[in-house]
């Protein structure tokens, strides 16, 4: 039936599109076979490989959403679809942190946090949103749980979805105040920029689809669909377009993005080599330590105990480090008083 009316039956609401599926599944896994191709072409899998698995997510997703078309009342497909679509995001997140923490390694000096504790802070937070999305979506979308399991698997999709723009506005906080030191300082090469302007814009892209989402869901958590009238349902839930254009399409451009613009081709692959002060040696230096234990990194990632007992929380190895120092006798960014340094690719550059 036409689109934005009830259809009998349906667990969607409407009749699904049975041609939209098909078509983002093939998208979807041709920058799947991109992002894999990448990953071993750059030889970083421990980075990017994230970027595979969530693309996988999404052409399982939507060829379990093609099925459902078919059969829109099956609702095993229905909550596997549903769960699928929407632990995919979060994990585009997670290779952006990925991301984030290899530039921090590659300008140590700028980052305002230890780079490694990016990846396990945000790391860990972003799986708290996979378990509430994981959990939330199929509590909700299985309508034979009884009420009060439905009622919590609501309250976890909210949880999930509110916690998910929390953590995205820190981490576009956190890239940008790097960035504007970088900047300050007149060390911003194109290869940093690149990256860190890649970053904004997959992390616009996920943001609006998690907007749409949280707008989407909180018009509609509190509805009884067993005695309300379909006419005053949002717009948002009545019309599938505003899935294909906010969730597929906005997604399948990131994945596109991050095929286009691999943070990889601009990065080290090996997190022990910086940029030094010069702007232009690349150094293999001794990496960036934190000697404190596990459990005290990833509940205080800034060290602010560190710093309110006046301790340093690591070495500044690129001031102890000789290679690729600038000479201490010329405060200059000419690359001429450059100590000699080992380059990317083993070169010695100075």
Partial sequence: ??????????????????????VFAFLFGASMFIHAYQCH????????????????????????????????????????SLVLIYAAPPIYEL????????????????????????LTTFGAMSMIVEALNGNGAAYVANTSLPK?????????????????LVILGLFVTLASYFHRKCKRAGLLPKNLNAVLITLYISSA????????????????????????????ITPIMRYEWFFWVFEATLMVINSFLLNARHPMRYLPRDN?????????????????????????????PFDIVGMAQG????????????????????????????????????????
Avoid at 154 to 160: F, G, Q, R, V
Avoid at 325 to 347: A, C, F, Q, W, Y
């Fill in 148 to 164: 009060s399991r439905q009622d919590t698997g609501k309250a976890l999709l909210k949880s999930a979805l509110i916690l998910q």
């Fill in 311 to 350: 301790k340093n929380m690591n070495k500044k190895f690129w001031e102890t480090h000789d290679a690729g120092r600038i000479s201490s006798l010329d405060n200059s960014k000419d690359p001429s008083h450059v100590e000699m340094g080992t380059s990317r690719n083993g070169h010695i550059r100075g």
């Fill in 272 to 300: 022990t080599i910086y940029l030094a002060e010069d702007g232009v040696t690349e150094v293999a230096g001794p990496g960036y330590l934190d000697s404190r234990k596990w459990y005290l990194t990833f509940f205080d």
């Fill in 205 to 232: 892209l996920i943001g609006t689809r998690t907007i749409y989402r949280t707008v989407e869901y909180f018009s509609t958590a509190s509805l009884n669909f067993s005695n309300v009238d379909p006419a005053t």
């Fill in 1 to 22: 039936m036409e689109n934005g009316k009830y259809v009998d039956g349906s667990l969607w609401f409407y009749a699904p599109n049975k041609g939209a599926p098909v």
């Fill in 95 to 118: 290779s952006n942190y990925f991301i984030l923490s290899r530039v921090l390694y590659y300008v140590p000096y700028y980052s305002p946090i230890h780079p490694g504790r990016v």
């Fill in 41 to 80: 072409r750059y030889k970083c899998w421990k980075v990017t490989g994230t970027l595979v698995f969530s693309a996988l997510l999404f052409v399982v997703g939507y060829i379990l959403r093609e099925v459902g078309a078919f059969n829109f009342g099956n609702i095993d497909v229905f909550i596997s």
